[in-house]
């Protein structure tokens, strides 16, 4: 399969047409969606789409960088004319009157819609599944998770059913499901690209909107297409002067400051060190001073909890026999009293500094983004060198930056014995997610 960028390129050279690369992709979708369980919705209108963004080849006309590129969303983006359930049957009818920002903005670039993928309900589990479509499963073993919550577009990028997918990420719900499915995921820097009609907007101060996809150069086109303010979403902020991009990169890396990880994991960090010292970069082990001590899930069901739980009291109401078995559980979670609040968000202060200070000295944090491969479906323990742990403790190396709002990306650099893909994550200061993408595409370049 071709990346984005290769298949954008192939279009304006009139090597493939935007109809046929449509029916290529609808092709796979079905042949593998059936059993897999990715795109929920497909947009009525695509066939339509593809014939216009041909005609506008054939006529001559100035191409978007994303023309005829076939895309899909995750179903928590607003899509015009489309259903949006927000993978919850509350939403089940919802249809909005308008796109999300960075539809409307992947759109304006060129690319058709596909259709919309699947979520767990309101994005709000580490497990792809939900009462409305049921369960995503994982291309490389369909036992086991595609991740969440941006579990559905993973699968749907990773098997080719399309070309570009649109997540969002809240607490590694981009980067986990591309560790688990092993694409490209980058959440940006918070800010960087609007949430304008994403779900739920009570916690857009942690979360992000990012591109899932096969190359780490097509990140830096779809970041180039998605970025910037778009005058409602109140975090999105103009974005500063690009760094450096000949200066040599220095790397920190760890894999043991978010606790103890598979030894096939452990082993992909330090090769990939190898790989980005062999690429010219100065790399030492490093891990910023305080992470190992912050448990980043107990502050995350804090301040979530706080945050989030009234407006889902009363957006739920007397539907609580709607929700999934998982969303029901989050409701019941103990809300943090407000001494316990004001101690979390000292604690995300102190996470942000501790960050702060690593970057003085490194560009670029090289850590795991999961401490396992992908987990069996439903699992209720996760086990690491014998210990069993709760499932959430997939997501302890990829909380932290939704909370400092760092860009982070993750990038396939290995298989596990079993065949199953395994990442690595690269994590950098804000508004720098340029040298994040240098430092992928050395790691990228070394991938087995």
């Given at each position: 399969?071709?990346?984005?960028?290769?298949?954008?390129?192939?279009?304006?050279?009139?090597?493939?047409?935007?109809?046929?690369?449509?029916?290529?992709?609808?092709?796979?979708?079905?042949?593998?969606?059936?059993?897999?369980?990715?795109?929920?919705?497909?947009?009525?209108?695509?066939?339509?789409?593809?014939?216009?963004?041909?005609?506008?080849?054939?006529?001559?006309?100035?191409?978007?960088?994303?023309?005829?590129?076939?895309?899909?969303?995750?179903?928590?983006?607003?899509?015009?004319?489309?259903?949006?359930?927000?993978?919850?049957?509350?939403?089940?009818?919802?249809?909005?009157?308008?796109?999300?920002?960075?539809?409307?903005?992947?759109?304006?670039?060129?690319?058709?819609?596909?259709?919309?993928?699947?979520?767990?309900?309101?994005?709000?589990?580490?497990?792809?599944?939900?009462?409305?479509?049921?369960?995503?499963?994982?291309?490389?073993?369909?036992?086991?998770?595609?991740?969440?919550?941006?579990?559905?577009?993973?699968?749907?990028?990773?098997t080719g059913m399309s070309s570009l997918g649109l997540g969002?990420?809240?607490?590694?719900?981009?980067?986990?499901?591309?560790?688990?499915?092993?694409?490209?995921?980058?959440?940006?820097?918070?800010?960087?690209?609007?949430?304008?009609?994403?779900?739920?907007?009570?916690?857009?101060?942690?979360?992000?909107?990012?591109?899932?996809?096969?190359?780490?150069?097509?990140?830096?086109?779809?970041?180039?297409?998605?970025?910037?303010?778009?005058?409602?979403?109140?975090?999105?902020?103009?974005?500063?002067?690009?760094?450096?991009?000949d200066a040599t990169l220095r790397v920190g890396w760890t894999?043991?400051?978010?606790?103890?990880?598979?030894?096939?994991?452990?082993?992909?960090?330090?090769?990939?060190?190898?790989?980005?010292?062999?690429?010219?970069?100065?790399?030492?082990?490093?891990?910023?001073?305080?992470?190992?001590?912050?448990?980043?899930?107990?502050?995350?069901?804090?301040?979530?909890?706080?945050?989030?739980?009234?407006?889902?009291?009363?957006?739920?109401?007397?539907?609580?026999?709607?929700?999934?078995?998982?969303?029901?559980?989050?409701?019941?979670?103990?809300?943090?009293?407000?001494?316990?609040?004001?101690?979390?968000?000292?604690?995300?202060?102190?996470?942000?500094?501790?960050?702060?200070?690593?970057?003085?000295?490194?560009?670029?944090?090289?850590?795991?983004?999961?401490?396992?491969?992908?987990?069996?479906?439903?699992?209720e323990e996760i086990r690491i060198g014998g210990a069993a742990?709760?499932?959430?403790?997939?997501?302890?190396?990829?909380?932290?930056?939704?909370?400092?709002?760092?860009?982070?990306?993750?990038?396939?650099?290995?298989?596990?014995?079993?065949?199953?893909?395994?990442?690595?994550?690269?994590?950098?200061?804000?508004?720098?997610?340029?040298?994040?993408?240098?430092?992928?595409?050395?790691?990228?370049?070394?991938?087995?």
């Amino acid at each position: 399969m071709i990346d984005a960028t290769e298949l954008a390129l192939r279009i304006r050279r009139r090597e493939i047409s935007p109809v046929e690369a449509l029916a290529e992709h609808q092709s796979r979708i079905d042949r593998l969606n059936p059993a897999l369980n990715a795109i929920v919705t497909e947009a009525p209108d695509a066939e339509e789409r593809a014939g216009a963004a041909e005609a506008a080849v054939l006529r001559g006309d100035e191409l978007g960088p994303l023309h005829g590129v076939p895309f899909t969303v995750k179903d928590t983006f607003d899509t015009f004319g489309i259903r949006t359930t927000r993978g919850s049957r509350l939403f089940a009818g919802y249809v909005p009157e308008r796109d999300a920002t960075v539809v409307s903005r992947a759109k304006a670039a060129g690319a058709v819609l596909l259709g919309k993928t699947n979520t767990p309900e309101f994005a709000l589990w580490w497990e792809t599944a939900n009462l409305v479509f049921g369960r995503t499963s994982n291309p490389h073993d369909r036992r086991r998770s595609s991740g969440g919550s941006s579990g559905g577009e993973a699968v749907a990028v990773a098997t080719g059913m399309s070309s570009l997918g649109l997540g969002s990420d809240l607490g590694g719900s981009i980067r986990l499901p591309a560790h688990h499915c092993g694409i490209v995921g980058l959440k940006p820097t918070h800010g960087r690209v609007p949430l304008t009609g994403h779900f739920p907007e009570t916690l857009f101060r942690f979360t992000h909107a990012g591109p899932l996809v096969r190359s780490v150069r097509d990140v830096a086109l779809a970041l180039a297409v998605l970025e910037g303010p778009d005058g409602a979403d109140w975090y999105a902020m103009p974005l500063p002067p690009a760094a450096r991009d000949d200066a040599t990169l220095r790397v920190g890396w760890t894999h043991t400051a978010f606790g103890a990880v598979e030894d096939e994991i452990a082993s992909a960090i330090e090769h990939a060190a190898r790989a980005l010292a062999d690429s010219g970069a100065v790399v030492e082990p490093a891990e910023p001073a305080g992470f190992a001590d912050v448990d980043a899930n107990a502050l995350t069901l804090q301040l979530y909890g706080v945050e989030a739980g009234a407006y889902f009291d009363e957006l739920v109401g007397d539907r609580r026999s709607d929700l999934h078995p998982a969303m029901q559980q989050r409701l019941d979670l103990p809300r943090a009293t407000l001494a316990e609040y004001v101690a979390a968000e000292a604690a995300v202060e102190r996470l942000r500094r501790d960050l702060a200070s690593f970057f003085r000295r490194y560009d670029v944090l090289l850590c795991p983004t999961a401490p396992v491969v992908a987990p069996p479906h439903d699992a209720e323990e996760i086990r690491i060198g014998g210990a069993a742990f709760a499932p959430r403790v997939s997501m302890r190396a990829t909380i932290p930056f939704d909370l400092t709002g760092s860009p982070a990306l993750t990038v396939p650099f290995t298989r596990s014995l079993e065949g199953l893909p395994i990442a690595v994550q690269l994590v950098g200061r804000r508004f720098e997610d340029e040298t994040v993408l240098r430092a992928g595409a050395a790691v990228e370049a070394a991938a087995s």
